[in-house]
């Protein structure tokens, strides 16, 4: 139940779509899949279901080689591409007895009940899928990737048209099958990964980037990191003269009045916060707050994707 790249290569003309790259996921896990328009993501993704034969590498799924077996390999697959294709002029419950039917699933009511169920489609389920909000088409796409109860998903923009509340329900159905399925997904709604994912992929101009743990990925690009602390006194520089492995202190406004506001840089900041506690009791201090300021995936992203003009 897992996905395995090796060397997985695109070439369309001169440009490499896809330029050797490399991953596995594992049972169990959710991993984002990002990187800028046109960095390969969709590409990959069809590679690995089938859609695209590579020019080059292989793609594995639950062990069976996608290119050498394509059908064995779809059967292991849900596939919710960003294209979505639907029959419009159909119902809902239609199209996914449709599904069901390619899939060879028998008891199709019962199944067909279960995942419109789960996708929150229940109210919507006597409409023909040409009435229904982009939102609800994203749904209806979901539903059909989950009908045969696949071991691997793979989530081209799943959250694509949907508003806020329509995401927190998606997200908690991705959630919910990430605990027994192998979920790899792309997005370009970077709060909603670092929601979900405890892992990410990036690539860029078709070649890998970044694979690491998220937590991981962001103190490796963090490197120096902000501690923030805001006292009820005015104190000077002097009273932090004991806070080592800081390579500077500021002074810096704080956003309420009557709070005063000191920023440390360092590599270390569990150590200067907990020397930071103790000047503040030495000297009788009262901390209104002390916190790391972390990079969110968004400044890693933009780091590891930005072309150097």
């Known amino acids: 139940m897992s996905i395995i790249v090796s060397e997985l290569l695109k070439v369309y003309g001169e440009q490499k779509a896809v330029d050797h790259i490399s991953f596995s996921v594992n049972k169990g896990e959710i991993v984002g899949f990002l990187g800028p328009n046109g960095a390969g993501k969709s590409t990959t993704m069809k590679m690995i279901t089938g859609y695209l034969s590579p020019d080059g590498g292989t793609a594995t799924v639950s062990g069976i080689d996608v290119t050498k077996n394509p059908i064995a390999a779809k059967k292991k697959i849900g596939y919710l591409p960003e294209a979505n294709p639907l029959y419009f002029e159909m ?10 039917g390619v899939h060879g699933i028998t008891c199709k009511k019962k199944r067909i009940n279960q995942v419109i169920e789960l996708t929150g489609l229940t109210l919507e389920s006597r409409k023909k899928i040409g009435q229904l909000s982009k939102g609800y088409k ?3 796409g979901l539903a059909a990737a ?9 989530l081209d923009e799943p959250t694509s048209g949907l508003d806020p509340n329509q995401i927190i329900e998606i997200r908690n159905v991705i959630k919910e099958q990430g605990k027994n399925k192998t979920i790899l997904f ?10 979900i994912c405890d892992r990410v992929i990036i690539i860029n101009q078709g070649k890998l980037v970044a694979d690491d743990k998220l937590e991981n ?9 902000l501690v923030v602390l805001r006292l009820k ?3 000077t520089a002097e009273a932090f003269a004991g806070v080592s492995t800081v390579s500077s202190i500021i002074e810096i406004p704080a956003a309420t009045e009557g709070a005063y506001q000191w920023r440390f840089e360092t ?15 030495e000297k009788n201090l009262n901390i209104v707050s002390l916190q790391t300021e972390s990079s969110s995936l968004e400044d890693i992203f933009k780091e590891l994707t930005t072309v150097p003009s």
């Open 138 to 140: 994203q749904r209806v």
């Open 217 to 225: 990925l962001m103190q490796k690009q963090q490197g120096q990191q």
């Open 146 to 154: 989950l009908i045969h109860d696949p071991e691997i998903l793979i």
């Open 186 to 195: 792309s997005s370009h709604i970077l709060q909603e990964v670092q929601a």
């Open 267 to 281: 590599s270390e900041p569990g150590e200067v916060k907990r020397t930071l506690l103790n000047i503040a009791v």
């Open 233 to 235: 006194e005015q104190v």
């Open 91 to 100: 119902y809902i419950k239609e199209f996914l007895a449709f599904i069901a």
